[in-house]
């Protein structure tokens, strides 16, 4: 009676259980469940054709999902099929996975979903596998998804790179910023220069890429001319998160300039201010907000960069292109009697890049995604301490940025299966 419980909660199509043995193997408790064969009859491994006869078989020993604190693993006949289409192969089984690690398709889902919020090593500890075979399965079902994800009805991709570990190492990170489903990470690969991008378009499709209207990216030139190869019909938008950063560059050397002419007494309420000045007016409050006060009133040149910083970010809030170039010549004409040479050069890299900076008025884009993307990358890498694998941190990247990626369902596909 006991075994026709088990045989029940397994749900194991075709099989029994007849035989629970109990025991102890390096301090853990393990069950062992022999299941038998309901009826006859083999499926091909390759061609999926029901065969009468079996070829041979040879016992099996696989690990399934924990069995309250016991390691529980099934043990069971495998069979092997001479099939006329496809020659000798191993049977198929609904519970057994092709390949990879010994474990039933339930347990390397339910490893595959506590690796979104949990260590490689604490899944390890807590499912009683090693952690080599953890990052396994992991990494096995985040390449079939990859393989199999749909890339149809994309519109408009963005780029960006990020930098990895010292010297000049970058990797290029291509998403998807309109779709079926929404903003999602497509690709990620070394470098970012022109030829990098080939791989990239190679797995993406030309078909796909000649439907792409617009690309949103920093002013690298390796990536305008990649897209522009590949993409005929593309528009090119400028992020304007990097636009602002170059800004912000040029308000920093303006207070380093304030600083060294200043005097010792204002030196010293310049020093330490730098991350006060450099944040937006709205975001800084309290006592940061009397410090930025009085760090304003005490340089007029430091006044005027700051004010002009602060007025620069309306100019994509315009729709229509004339009153945003509008904008633009009004705020070029208020540094003309302004002593901020690195203002004016900020102003003619912008002037050269106008087009694509006003390309947002035609095309209204989610631009944050790209940078919410490059930052949740450089966690993802520091939380791991570095990964020695660089193919599956750039499949953890891409779950980590894709939302139904890292959407945890632990026990859907578990309860499917055995149903």
Request: with cysteine; charged share 30%; proline share 2%.
């Amino acid at each position: 009676m006991q075994k026709n419980y088990l045989t029940e909660l397994l749900g194991f199509q075709g099989f029994r259980v007849v035989k629970v043995e109990k025991m102890q193997v390096d301090g853990q408790s393990e069950v062992i469940m022999e299941l038998k064969r309901k009826k006859v009859g083999y499926v091909c491994g390759g061609c999926h054709r029901i065969m009468r006869s079996a070829y041979d078989s040879s016992w099996q020993q696989i690990q399934h999902l924990g069995l309250w604190q016991h390691r529980t693993f099934l043990r069971f006949k495998h069979y092997r099929v001479n099939c006329p289409s496809c020659g000798i192969k191993t049977e198929a089984l609904d519970f057994v996975g092709i390949r990879g690690p010994r474990v039933t398709r339930m347990l390397s889902h339910m490893v595959t979903e506590l690796c979104k919020v949990m260590t490689i090593k604490s899944v390890a500890l807590l499912e009683g596998l090693s952690r080599d075979t953890v990052k396994a399965i992991d990494k096995l079902a985040l390449q079939k998804i990859q393989e199999s994800r749909c890339m149809d009805g994309i519109t408009t991709l963005g780029v960006d790179e990020i930098s990895v570990g010292k010297g000049q190492n970058y990797m290029h990170l291509v998403s998807a910023l309109e779709g079926p489903r929404g903003p999602e990470m497509l690709y990620i690969g070394k470098g970012r220069k022109e030829k990098d991008l080939k791989k990239f378009w190679k797995w993406f499709g030309k078909e796909r890429a000649l439907n792409v209207t617009y690309a949103v990216m920093d002013m690298w030139k390796g990536f305008i001319k990649s897209f522009k190869a590949n993409c005929p019909k593309v528009e090119i938008i400028y992020d304007k998160f990097h636009i602002i950063s170059h800004l912000l560059e040029a308000l920093n050397k303006v207070r380093k300039n304030v600083l060294q002419t200043a005097e010792e007494e204002l030196r010293e309420e310049l020093t330490g201010k730098k991350f006060i000045l450099l944040s937006r007016c709205a975001h800084v409050r309290g006592k940061a907000r009397e410090a930025l006060s009085l760090l304003l009133g005490s340089s007029k040149r430091l006044f005027k960069a700051y004010m002009l910083k602060e007025s620069f970010g309306h100019l994509w809030e315009y729709k229509s292109k004339t009153c945003a170039r509008r904008f633009f010549k009004n705020w070029v004409d208020s540094l003309k009697w302004s002593r901020l040479p690195s203002y004016k050069k900020f102003a003619s890299m912008v002037e050269k890049h106008l087009d694509g900076i006003l390309a947002c008025c035609d095309k209204k884009v989610s631009l944050g995604y790209i940078e919410a993307s490059n930052l949740k990358a450089r966690n993802i890498i520091r939380r791991a301490y570095g990964y020695r694998d660089r193919e599956y941190m750039n499949l953890k990247i891409i779950q980590g940025c894709t939302h139904w990626m890292i959407q945890f369902r632990p026990w859907e596909f578990t309860h499917t299966m055995s149903s």
